[in-house]
């Protein structure tokens, strides 16, 4: 309640000093948003509050959108998927909002999704989960890149170099464990044979055991990749340099911030990943498409919230930007028709990549969206 | 075989941190008959304070005292703040009260450090140490090392001063202790200041291996605790040999059964043996005369 309060204040601030605007004239475009700012993944969820709110607040001093202004009710799930639910229903039936960005996680997201399908209310979730978009759901769509995506961009840069025998190392929390069931089921088309299949626990300290598993495979191995996040790829990290496993190591987007680098110490060095091109924004040669929006993004995220942009937040700024151009080119804020809009997304660049929806896609991302980055003295050179 | 002496390092290593746990479980166990939920909060705290003071600009050996003196001091504070308090209460009603203080650290180190994961650097370099095609982290021996210095130092406290005879007459029989004269508060205050300084040392330890949050606490207590049945509660060379055996059983379930079901195969066996010797390997028989 006090974040609506606040943002509305702001709202408020903002007519007074710009002095009267049209925006002001009719009654606010109302944007739900239900985001794990606290909990376990409030790494995700506060860079998704702050983007939205400091680009509605931008949005509204521009003059808002079909002349009225947007208001943003946020509320904070906490992490746990039954409050999220509660929240969604209090959205759409007490706040009435037209359209919804938001959801952190996976497992929230999914709690929500039958809330907003059966009141015809577009929703744009910020989770991983292949599950969100797959099957399509009429008014679901999501932002970030999924851990197919992931498995597949590894295995592409695999085959480049001519590696086709991997060793898995993966966690048993739901990030790590579904990144494991998709790397399984694309292996063959990439010609890639996974030779050792390892998993760890969420509070493990010690990977060597299944890291010498994996060395001894039968056959020999010649990459190997660990799907996680969190200290688990860093301790991998370390145990694969402690054994001198001597091939190259894979981890996924789950591990693109500083604080993977810090943990894994000199044993980050080498380390491949894909992730978005907000990582290395700087390093995008100008001719790339998404260099202006990802280097504007970064330079106003970062100069205002004093802390360093992270691909998480740029999903939450790909979501609202989706979901503004499509109330503009709808012209309404009618649920059925915004949804249209947002389906006929095309060419529309964002930090996760260029998106192009249709009917049968609701997240329009293709693997050029995830660049192959490596980790050489301590920070990340953009591969390709 | 180097595949095997691999998993033996590895297990040794976690064992080792399993054991001091389980070490500090027992010396609270035996002056109070109270199972300390908060152990684990001990070893986080070690790491942790660590931690933050080295990124203050502290030298590390001073920074491990530091977080050495916090833990001792959150020791006693838990023991005059809250068991004292409840003195005359049931074994139960302690160890739940044990179970609060834990949740209580955990959300004040949340609050006054941070919730990210953090390193740091390893005492005496990060190159491995190859030893029959196995290798193992200087910082390993480290901590084997250091396991091994505090169970002689603990070994000849007990033996061979006056507060540490105190400290095992109060464990055998606490009337009869009160009754020659030894100050029973003041030997379970002790019990709790060591099993904090021992916690501390252990996560100071083990973080340039292991990584420390605000949250590590939790599970070290659960193995910790389930190492310290296996030895046989009250028994401190059984909390020892049940640490290392329960490290080694999980890397060795890793290594050669199943990495998915390692902890599944590890407190199997522990279900096991506490089936056939209910005491743990090596507890006491309790005998109640009627």
């Known amino acids: 309640m006090s974040r609506r309060l606040f943002a509305a204040l702001l709202v408020g601030a903002a007519a007074l000093t710009f002095g009267p605007s049209p925006a002001g004239a009719q009654a606010p475009i109302r944007i739900g948003a239900v985001l794990s700012v606290t909990g376990p993944a409030s790494f995700l969820g506060d860079p998704e509050a702050r983007t939205l709110r400091l680009y509605i607040d931008r949005i509204n001093q521009a003059g808002g959108v079909l002349g009225r202004r947007l208001e943003l009710v946020l509320y904070d799930d906490g992490g746990d998927a039954n409050r999220a639910r509660t929240f969604a229903t209090r959205l759409v039936e007490d706040d009435r909002v037209v359209a919804m960005v938001g959801g952190t996680t996976t497992g929230t997201t999914m709690a929500m999704i039958p809330v907003f399908e059966e009141a015809r209310i577009p929703f744009i979730s910020l989770a991983g989960g292949i599950e969100i978009i797959e099957p399509v759901k009429p008014f679901t769509f999501k932002t970030p890149h999924t851990d197919k995506m992931a498995c597949e961009k590894i295995f592409e840069d695999l085959r480049k170099r001519g590696l086709t025998r991997v060793g898995l190392i993966s966690g048993t929390g739901g990030f790590g464990a579904s990144m494991r069931t998709q790397c399984l089921r694309v292996a063959p088309a990439f010609g890639i044979t996974i030779v050792a299949d390892e998993r760890y626990g969420p509070g493990d300290t010690d990977m060597t055991p299944q890291l010498t598993r994996i060395r001894n495979a039968p056959g020999g191995v010649q990459a190997v990749v660990n799907a996680d996040f969190g200290q688990g790829p860093a301790i991998v990290t370390r145990n694969f340099a402690q054994l001198g496993l001597g091939v190259p190591l894979y981890q996924s987007h789950g591990v693109a911030s500083r604080s993977f680098i810090e943990l894994a110490g000199p044993a980050a060095e080498g380390v491949r990943l894909p992730a978005a091109a907000l990582l290395v924004a700087e390093q995008l040669p100008d001719s790339d498409p998404q260099k202006r929006v990802v280097m504007e993004y970064k330079q106003l995220y970062e100069s205002t919230q004093n802390q360093p942009v992270s691909t998480f937040g740029g999903h939450a700024y790909d979501g609202l930007m989706i979901l503004i151009e499509a109330i503009r080119r709808a012209g309404s804020t009618d649920g059925v028709r915004i949804r249209d809009a947002v389906r006929q997304t095309r060419g529309f660049i964002g930090t996760g990549g260029v998106v192009n929806m249709s009917e049968t896609d609701h997240m329009g991302l293709d693997l050029s969206a995830f660049r192959m980055i490596e980790i050489r003295n301590g920070t990340w050179r953009l591969l390709d | ?290």
């Open chain 2, 1 to 290: 075989m180097d595949q095997l002496l691999q998993f033996v390092f590895s297990g040794l290593t976690v064992g080792a941190v399993y054991a001091l746990v389980a070490l500090g479980f027992t010396l609270i166990y035996n002056a109070s008959d109270v199972i300390n939920f908060a152990q684990g909060e001990f070893v986080m705290l070690g790491g942790m304070v660590t931690v933050f003071a080295v990124a203050a600009g502290m030298p590390l050996p001073l920074a491990a005292l530091v977080a050495i003196a916090v833990a001792v001091a959150t020791g006693l504070a838990l023991h005059r703040l809250a068991i004292e308090p409840a003195r005359g209460a049931s074994a139960v009603t302690l160890i739940i009260v044990t179970i609060g203080a834990s949740i209580l650290i955990r959300g004040l180190a949340q609050m006054v450090f941070d919730r990210q994961f953090h390193a740091l650097p390893a005492f005496t370099g990060e190159e491995p140490i190859r030893v029959l095609g196995a290798s193992i982290l200087p910082q390993s021996l480290w901590v084997l090392g250091g396991a091994a210095a505090i169970v002689l130092a603990l070994w000849l406290f007990m033996e061979r001063t006056l507060l540490g005879k105190a400290v095992r007459a109060t464990a055998a029989n606490r009337l009869a202790a009160r009754l020659v004269g030894i100050d029973t508060t003041l030997v379970l205050a002790l019990a709790f200041g060591i099993s904090g300084a021992i916690g501390a040392i252990a996560g100071i330890l083990i973080t340039p291996i292991t990584l420390t949050s605000f949250a590590v606490g939790t599970l070290l207590a659960l193995k910790g605790f389930a190492a310290a049945m296996l030895g046989g509660m009250g028994n401190p060379v059984g909390a020892v040999v049940g640490g290392l055996a329960l490290g080694l059983l999980e890397s060795l379930a890793a290594g050669f059964i199943s990495s998915t079901y390692k902890d599944a195969v590890a407190f199997l066996v522990i279900l096991g043996v506490l089936f056939v010797l209910p005491q743990g390997l090596f507890g006491r028989r309790a005998v109640e005369r009627v």
